[in-house]
């Protein structure tokens, strides 16, 4: 059976739901379908006038939005190659990923583009500033005139990627057609159920990064959905108020998120309720409970079925909690290269852990000689993965086996009936004294249940020494009444408290105070090798 074309997706959807909204922007303009329609068009004459072909590559730079999304609808409708770049890059490095994937246009907003102004960028024949797009005024189209040529092939380029690299160096991760195909079928078949034409959805996650381009943009568009792009920072107070006005059916966030409005709105609403002490009591508990997972509901909008977190693990803690309150947690892992899904998990709460068992399309297995207790690099390949990096062969050769298969950097175990446990990256692996394997996020979904520990990393130092580095929550304390002598104090017994939960070759020496927060990428980790 032949497999669907992408372009010929995006094609009927627009003319399926021509009057119906499409993309908004959180207390902005909104778009029909229709509207994306005529800016496509308008795009695509654009595209003409400076000689673009099909297969040439088109950036995209700027703050997730409704025009960043049509632009690259236009991208993609037309047959180019789309090379999304985060706004967290400096000016110099954008230029340079300019550069290095040859594009000959580059879709900028008004505040990128000022910072630009004095890099040389070689093949780009125009900026186009995001800002400004908008619906022609003159003119008009139906949608029976709206017929988008379908890409020649599933494995023809479709997107350079850069990632944002937890070493510094970010590498043109090359996705060919097929990916997006698999990714929506996986989409589909995991959350099809809930979100259909019509659904609103609110995108929280840039969209230059592949986690919010496929699942809060891709999917959701070839799904129907109206996607309203939050735009800004995704505080708690923020995004407490946004999800009581869009109400979704499925919240997609990075674990950040999900830590920072569990501890800053749902555990003081527990605790003023005055209810938390008769939550565990027998018989009554569950009623409790049930009372309070509506009440907590509501802050999310009150229609959510799935909070799906990704990127990095869930603190436990966390997760324990919102699942006791009968929180719909989901969790997904996956990878730039893979454009993004490997697993998905759509039971937390039968399931902890796990991050679930491999999509439709995609085939996983571990580097080790016992995949179900020995912990080995995690493997994957299948409808989803790259053809490789941009103009990086040595690197493509060394992510990308003979076989296929796809080398993640990440070490984890199987268990018998498929589910993926993971145990950390295989390069923050650290060696105890007594060659003992060492996984420092272990030990640091510990620690961030402690007292004032806003977020952790565990390093080695040159003598052997395992060392927390740890930025506390100065807010919290400062509402407690606490001086930075009181924190450094509750820290030394944070020490202890950790040390009696971990095994003794994890046991850390100290934890040292990091006043700031720590840097970190898009999907909102800390990037480790700063701090090394």
Known sequence: MKKASLIKLIEQRIRVQWNDLSLSDYQGDDFTYADVAHIIHHCHELFREHGIRRGDRIALCGIGSARWSVAFM???????????????????????LVDHSESKLLFVSHAIDNTLGSFEMSQIRQRIIIDNLREPVSMSMNPEEIEYAAESSGESMCMINY?????GNSKGVVLPYRAFIGNYESFLDNFG??????T???SILPLAHMYGLTLELIC????????TFLGRLASPTVLVQALSQIRPRVLMSVPLVIDKLTKQKLIPMIKKSGLESASKWPI????VRSYLHHRLMKVLGGRVKHIVTGGAALNPSVSKLLLSYGFPLSEVYGAT????????LMDKKNHPGTCGKSVKGMEIRID????ANIPGEILTRGVNTMTGYYKNPQVTSEALDADGWYHTGDNGVIDSEGYLYIKGRKKNMLLGANGQNIYPEEIEQVLDTMLLVQESIVVKRNNGQLVALVHPDYKEARSLGLTDEHIENIMKLNTVDVNELVPSYEHIHHIEIHEEEFEKTAKRTIKRYLYK
Not at 193 to 198: L, M
Not at 284 to 287: D, E, N, W
Not at 337 to 344: G, H, M, Q, R, S
Request: glycine residues 8%; neutral net charge.
């Open 193 to 198: 159920k809930v979100v259909k034409q019509g």
């Open 284 to 287: 009554v508990g569950a009623l």
């Open 220 to 227: 959701p568009f070839l799904s129907g959905c109206h996607v």
């Open 74 to 96: 236009a991208v993609m409708t037309y047959g180019a190659v789309a090379v999304p770049i985060l706004t967290n890059f400096t000016p110099s490095q954008i230029a340079n």
């Open 163 to 167: 990632t944002s690299g937890t070493t």
């Open 337 to 344: 290269e893979c454009a993004p899904l490997i697993t998905v």
């Open 200 to 202: 609103p959805h609110l």
């Open 368 to 371: 080790s000689s016992d995949a």
